[in-house]
């Protein structure tokens, strides 16, 4: 059974900071791109920050600056550094990662349950 486990959100306060983490895990033969998504009450999810296994990054131009992907290939594990957090950043983040798990001859993408953010005063 292929899991995706985010831990790290939670409630902080304007100019704080969170860490999200994100692992990955269940006969996973390889992984190319892993990431993290958000979706606000009343909004499209969108995409915050991805990572392809080479190590190349793509952000949302409002956290450019602020938030900062990183990868553990070893471990299979994403996090999402998230500094100066802004109360726009109130959201539910669900990590996303395309792999090609043992035994499959193709990619699929997967998705966490989500972790809340709210960051409020």
């Known amino acids: 059974q292929l899991q995706l486990v985010e831990s790290g959100g939670g409630l902080v306060q304007p100019g704080g900071s969170l860490r999200l983490s994100c692992a990955a895990s269940?006969?996973?033969?390889?992984?190319?791109?892993m990431g993290w998504y958000r979706q606000a009450p009343g909004k499209q999810r969108e995409l915050v920050a991805t990572?392809?296994?080479?190590?190349?990054?793509n952000y949302l131009d409002s956290v450019k600056g602020r938030f900062t992907i990183s990868r553990d290939n070893a471990k299979n594990t994403v996090f999402l550094q998230m500094s100066s957090l802004k109360p726009e950043d109130t959201a539910v983040y669900y990590c996303?990662?395309?792999?090609?798990?043992?035994?499959?001859?193709?990619?699929?993408?997967?998705w966490g349950q989500g972790t809340q953010v709210t960051v409020s005063s």
């Open positions: 269940g006969s996973i033969f390889s992984i190319n791109v």
């Open positions: 990572m392809a296994s080479g190590g190349r990054s």
């Open positions: 996303n990662a395309v792999l090609q798990r043992m035994g499959f001859p193709y990619e699929y993408e997967y």
